[in-house]
């Protein structure tokens, strides 16, 4: 099992591209969520699905969209970029039990700026 | 206002010295606090879930606990392996789906 994978590792934008961070799971599980972290403040929820088919927004969802695009795959999208979303993005997933509070489990997470 | 704050920001030990890190919260309805470990330029990497005040759990060099309030963890005679940021989560107050996390408690054990 490879757990959680991310692509790209790395990525360097021009403020006003677009781009694409995939994230895949191998664990059947239902819930899947991004993350950005920056220095200092932890980790902050961006957009959540709590099973396919669904999608809702976190604490800082300005700025980006997601899609669910099968039970495997969730997708971070920057339509527009600026210098305030240069972060390293966490994807993670759980199973998504009803009524517990189940354990996350991250990728490596895909370090982007945006000069 | 759910809020989760860590504390010390940082620590710094010597190889053998014992310490804690604190991990203090207010949500209302507590549904599980979260251990994570966190290596530099590294996913964050799942230690231990405490559902209930009292609760602890074990894992080597590590020990986490919980009250209604907070929770620790203890980290007894650390190597320099142990080396990382610690951080925390609970779920948002009236949920499980979303975790709010804390800052992180950056931890260098030297030897």
């Known amino acids: 099992n490879a757990g959680v994978t991310q692509t790209p590792k790395f990525q360097v934008l021009k403020t006003g591209q677009s781009m694409t961070l995939q994230c895949a799971q191998d664990?059947?599980?239902?819930?899947m969520y991004w993350y950005r972290q920056d220095p200092g403040m932890g980790l902050r929820l961006i957009y959540y699905?709590?099973?396919?088919?669904?999608?809702d927004k976190g604490e800082v969802p300005n700025g980006y969209n997601v899609s669910r695009l099968n039970k495997r795959e969730f997708s971070l999208r920057l339509e527009s970029a600026a210098p305030s979303q240069t972060s390293v993005y966490f994807c993670?997933?759980?199973?998504?039990?009803?009524?517990?509070?189940?354990?996350?489990?991250f990728g490596p997470g895909t370090r982007l700026t945006v000069l | 206002e759910d809020q989760v704050t860590q504390s010390p920001e940082a620590l710094r030990l010597q190889e053998g010295e014992s310490s804690s890190l604190n991990c203090s919260y207010t949500v209302s309805g507590l549904r599980g606090l979260f251990w994570y470990r966190q290596d530099p330029g590294k996913g964050p990497e799942f230690l231990f879930t405490?559902?209930?005040a009292g609760e602890e759990k074990e894992k080597e060099r590590l020990k986490a606990t919980l009250t209604k309030k907070e929770s620790f963890l203890h980290i007894t005679a650390p190597k320099p392996e142990d080396s990382a940021t610690y951080l925390c989560a609970v779920p948002f107050s009236g949920g499980y789906n979303k975790l709010i996390f804390g800052a992180g408690t950056r931890l260098a054990v030297h030897p």
């Open positions: 993670a997933s759980k199973r998504g039990l009803a009524g517990l509070t189940d354990t996350q489990y």
């Open positions: 664990m059947n599980h239902n819930s």
């Open positions: 405490l559902y209930s």
């Open positions: 699905s709590a099973s396919e088919g669904t999608t």
